[in-house]
């Protein structure tokens, strides 16, 4: 791949993606668009990569959304533009391999891109997290309808109407549920590639089935969901179970006894 706006890498079963914009607060523009097209599909076609670690470069903001300087590309025909979130985010591109978001400085608007799709996200005690759409008369529907998948409706409602005036801390999104831990801007990157070495030694069948049977679930209702969860254990159990050394979890139980 010939990236134009991040870096990409993969190290032992993990791919590290980093915003590289700082100059423009990690903004996506069109090339970033593109970028993540053909990161995601890659992602998803290469089985040597089992877990994804998303960051971003600089210090002061995670994404602040779209580049609004140089604008995305838009189809001239409204009935054929697109979401941009249809390039960006991985579940809609079928990508079931866990995604670890590493969240510093502002994540903001089209962030919720990402951060709504990701598995796990951590942030460092100088994240705030905000939208705002309605405060440049913008509707607020793409990202916040994303986040209410994730955090209580109240709070999604909270972030969608103040817009600019407010921002979560991350003490704050750790409390609604929005991050799992919360580190040491210095720490930031660790952590994320800490939990993601654990989840990358772990049978990468039982990750991603485990992955895709709970974000399909979400749009289904719970008795159908129940249901079709059995599927998925027949389907990845078998594949799973054969990638585990028994011996080799038998000692990680006696030593934390």
Known sequence: MELKTVLFDVTEHIATIT???????????EAMLADFAAIWQTVKDDDDIRVVVLRAAGDRAFCTGMDVKQGI??????????????????????????VICAVQGMAAGGAFYWL????????SQDATFFDPHVTYGLTAALEPIGLA????????????????DER???DRALQIGLVSEVTAPEQLWRRADELAQ???????????????AIWESLDTGRTHALRTALSYTQVGNPIGKAEVDRAAVARVQWRLR
Do not use: Y
């Open 73 to 98: 590309d838009r189809h001239a025909n409204v009935w054929s533009q697109t979401d941009p979130g249809e390039r960006l985010s991985p579940k809609l591109n079928q990508v079931w391999k866990p």
């Open 19 to 29: 915003l590289n914009r700082p100059e423009a607060m990690n903004s996506f523009n």
């Open 168 to 170: 979560v801390s991350a």
């Open 149 to 164: 998948r994730r955090i209580p409706l109240g709070e999604t409602l909270r972030i969608a109407l103040l817009g600019l």
């Open 116 to 123: 709504n799709e990701a598995d796990i996200i951590i942030c």
């Open 198 to 212: 654990v989840i990358a030694a772990k049978p990468a069948a039982a990750i991603q089935g485990t992955v895709r």
